[in-house]
């Protein structure tokens, strides 16, 4: 089953968060790129919400096609840079200064999946729910 389809799952009730977690670590995503220049110079694109950094990533092409028309930026190139789930979560989101997480096919109301800063999705030293293991010795 692929990311859409455990995504699909996932909000029916039926799907298993193990399953859903693995698919999104294997699917090559498409992650915008901020800025209007064709190399892409202002990283990846994203939005802060809750404190939290948000990462856009779509599973195709159409579905970034829908997220620029509901900004209503259709009309214009979007470069994006293709990466895997694992990939964004094990080695962008550490670079992030402040808690990061992926959000999923944003644009379809049915589809989208949000991917938190948490343990077992992001590396333990950037999840907002692991505390920060102390160097004293006591």
């Known amino acids: ?17 193990g ?5 999104f670590r294997r699917a090559a995503l498409l ?3 901020a800025g209007d220049s064709e190399d892409g110079d202002g990283g990846l694109m994203s939005a802060v919400s809750g404190g939290i950094r948000w990462f856009y ?3 195709d092409e159409a579905a970034m096609a829908r997220f620029a028309e509901a900004r209503g930026e259709a009309g214009r190139e979007w470069p994006y840079l293709a990466i895997m789930g694992a990939r ?3 080695a962008v989101v550490p670079e992030v200064d402040g808690p990061a ?3 999923v096919d944003v644009a379809d109301a049915d589809g989208s999946m949000m991917f938190p ?5 992001v590396p333990d030293a950037c999840a907002v729910d692991v505390e920060a293991k102390s160097s004293e010795v006591a």
């Open 88 to 90: 964004l979560v094990d």
């Open 1 to 17: 089953m692929g990311l859409t389809a455990e995504i699909a799952a996932y909000r029916t009730g039926s799907g298993d968060p």
């Open 57 to 59: 990533a779509f599973t």
């Open 19 to 23: 399953s859903l977690l693995g698919e």
């Open 101 to 103: 997480g992926v959000a």
């Open 31 to 33: 992650v915008p790129r």
């Open 117 to 121: 800063p948490v343990a077992g999705i």
